[in-house]
């Protein structure tokens, strides 16, 4: 269904390389420290049926565990790695996606998501008040950590080699806590209670973590959680879209009205507004941003958001560089293109992967010209399929079929 999309880590587009925290540097504002009893470092155990990962990316499709389907999936260059809804965590082969460890677990609640820090070689998940993260060289558990707040988690990020939870214990309030835990051991860095919009990811580069509260947006010191800046009240910010160490504010899909306050690029260090690319006036749903600056915005009718735009902007020369009509909010970037599903209302052109030219877009040519798989059983429109993209120059893509819980691993078009 478009724009009902699950939490996902803000971390799916790659984490960031690790930078060196001191334990003893670090604030915990009123919260238990890294020895409080909240934290459960259980050692490291072996993984069901680990074995090494060999060879390239290549073409397959299996079927997923009812766990999986419940959960996320993300990939690094090596492997596919997914969530299951009870809080585990499993890796597949990129060969020919077969499991190769499991790390199980049984908790219950909604899963707050996936993030995968390829730096460290974490993956970790969230499932009501409990973190897991495993050791993707091994398939080993290597930490847990409970929340104290008696809440649940409902958000991860990740950057810098850190895992950044909010977890929240009224889900009527707007209050909530942002912990920092240290990726590699699960070692508390910080927590901070801060204001928070429901649905709203978490980015973190540069040494920041920034979140909305969809009203302004904060940034704080990613050592510390100190706020360094907040955003003026003249910027509306519902929704706060970062990728490529670009940072804008835009619009929230869980508006109820027809007016939408205007797209506003905001500079990552004094959050201060900066110029930007007019935007139309349809509901924003989602967007991703490119490393050089290309921002993807989904925008879509105020009363019917089953169909729109995904429309792409150049926000160093403020232009809107073209529009690709489609019916669905699901996105990625992969290998400097902008990658959808074709229109689930065109019959002539259903059920593929298109990849498009991020400064070209669709009239593209030669080596800038649309590529469009074949179409497949994981790709059609009423299996809701999420896309996940391994970092790295892989030249492949997974489709998560939603309906018909499977994986598909393919050739980027």
Known sequence: MPGQRRLRGAALAGALTLCALLGAGCST??????????????????????????????????????????????????????????????????????????????????????????????????????????????????????????????????????????????????????????ASDGRALWHRTVAWETGEGIAAFRGRVYATDGARVTARDARTGDTVAVSPRSVACPHLVSGGHYLVCTGSRLSAGDVFPPMRRLDPGALRPLPTPRGTVDKPMRGLISPDGVLMLYEAGAEDSSAGYWNAYDLESRRKLWGYYDTTDEAALAGGRFVTFTPGNDRARRGRVIALDLHAGPKGTGVAAPGMSAPYPQTRDGEHPLLVVPEGDARHLVVMARTHASLRSLALP
């Not at 390239?56 to 997923?64: A, E, H």
């Not at 090596?78 to 190769?100: E, K, P």
């Not at 970790?124 to 409990?130: E, F, S």
């Open 29 to 182: 504002s009123g919260r238990g420290g890294p020895g409080d009893a909240s934290s459960d470092a259980s050692p490291r155990t072996a993984a069901s049926g680990a074995s090494p990962v060999s060879g390239p990316w290549r073409s397959w499709d299996t079927k997923l565990s009812p766990g999986e389907a419940s959960g996320a999936c993300g990939a690094t260059a090596h492997q596919v790695v997914c969530a299951t809804g009870s809080g585990g965590l499993l890796g597949r082969s990129r060969t020919d996606g077969r499991i190769t460890w499991t790390v199980p677990a049984n908790d219950r609640g909604k899963s707050a998501g996936l993030v995968v820090d390829t730096a460290d070689e974490r993956a970790v998940t969230g499932v009501a008040g409990v973190l897991r993260a495993a050791d993707l060289r091994t398939g080993t558990s290597v930490w847990t950590r409970r929340v104290s707040t008696g809440g649940a988690y409902v958000a991860l990020g990740a950057g810098d080699g850190v895992v950044y939870a909010i977890d929240v214990a009224d889900p009527a309030s707007r209050t909530a806590v942002l912990d920092a835990v240290r």
